[in-house]
């Protein structure tokens, strides 16, 4: 059958079966550590059907391929620490790329075309999936790390100048921090008792380490850089907020199918925006009150 086709198509099915079977690996993999008989079955199902495909990509190149181990790995290691659904659907993204091969192949290989709505299909599989434990505090987790971004930016910001002293800085805004943690996580503790919800705990928690986790990224340059350099300090802080605010918006935006650049650009200038007004009032202070230290 490989003679009857070009050497430019028999290259795009060659490419298309590896795929094909990495990503049927790769199911098969997550689906061993995903929580929940539905999402493993579906996971299952998937695997299934790509493992189908890869099959009659076979029959046109008469050969036998092995997965791709690094893609594997890559992905396997995805789901376990940022989670299945997050890992599966940016394996997915790639594929929209492959929707122009398809076209190519609609002549030569009837069968694309049917394989093309089947990976169609698999999308509208992935989006009933949404129901990983972290998924559903996704709010409880952008509340913590918002509040923690806009809050404590802006106080490191204002003691920078204030107090021209890192040691001093990263002390005052672990104090800062520390409480700035209890306070939110209690407060939505609260506000989640009084909605009558059954996961209030649970829902503060995920607040309450989201909001830590910032503090300690936060802080950590004020630790790193020598006492008097100060200036270093807050612009790798600021780089460190933008940095913390790319990654979890493409987080949230791979998982739950929610747009990038609005998101990022309107957290990225609020927190920026709130460091470098804090920064002014730290030097009116220091010059009005005459505070040296």
Not at 34 to 45: H, I, P
Not at 212 to 233: D, E, K, S, W
Request: aromatic share 8%; with cysteine.
């Amino acid at each position: 059958m490989t003679g009857q086709l070009s050497a430019q198509v028999l290259e795009i099915i060659r490419k298309m079966q590896q795929n094909e079977l990495t990503e049927s690996v790769i199911y098969e993999k997550i689906a061993v550590f995903a929580k929940g008989e539905e999402n493993r079955q579906t996971l299952l199902r998937l695997s299934r059907e790509e493992r189908a495909h890869y099959e009659i990509w076979k029959k046109y190149t008469g050969i036998e391929m092995k997965p791709q181990g690094g893609k594997v790995l890559k992905y396997t290691m995805l789901a376990r620490v940022l989670g299945f659904t997050f890992a599966v659907k940016l394996m997915e993204k790639g594929e929209e790329n492959a929707q122009e091969e398809y076209a190519l192949l609609a002549e030569a290989v009837p069968e694309s075309i049917q394989i093309r709505a089947q990976e169609e299909e698999h999308e509208q599989s992935l989006l009933g999936m949404l129901d990983e434990e972290r998924l559903q505090y996704v709010g409880s987790m952008v509340l913590g790390l918002n509040d923690a971004l806009v809050e404590l930016t802006g106080s490191l910001a204002g003691f920078a100048f204030a107090l021209q002293n890192n040691r001093l800085i990263a002390l005052s805004g672990l104090i800062v921090g520390v409480s700035a943690t209890f306070s939110m996580a209690s407060s939505e503790f609260l506000a989640a008792r009084s909605d009558g919800r059954s996961d209030a705990l649970k829902s503060c928690s995920y607040t309450g380490i989201a909001y830590l986790i910032t503090v300690v990224l936060l802080i950590a340059p004020y630790l790193l850089f020598g006492a008097a350099q100060y200036i270093p300090a807050l612009i790798c802080m600021l780089v460190m907020v933008v940095l913390i605010i790319a990654g979890f918006t493409y987080y949230t935006s791979v998982a739950q199918d929610q747009p990038f650049k609005n998101r990022f650009l309107e957290m990225a200038l609020i927190s920026i925006g709130v460091a470098v007004v804090s920064f002014v009032v730290g030097v009116l202070a220091k010059k009005f009150l005459g505070v040296d230290l």
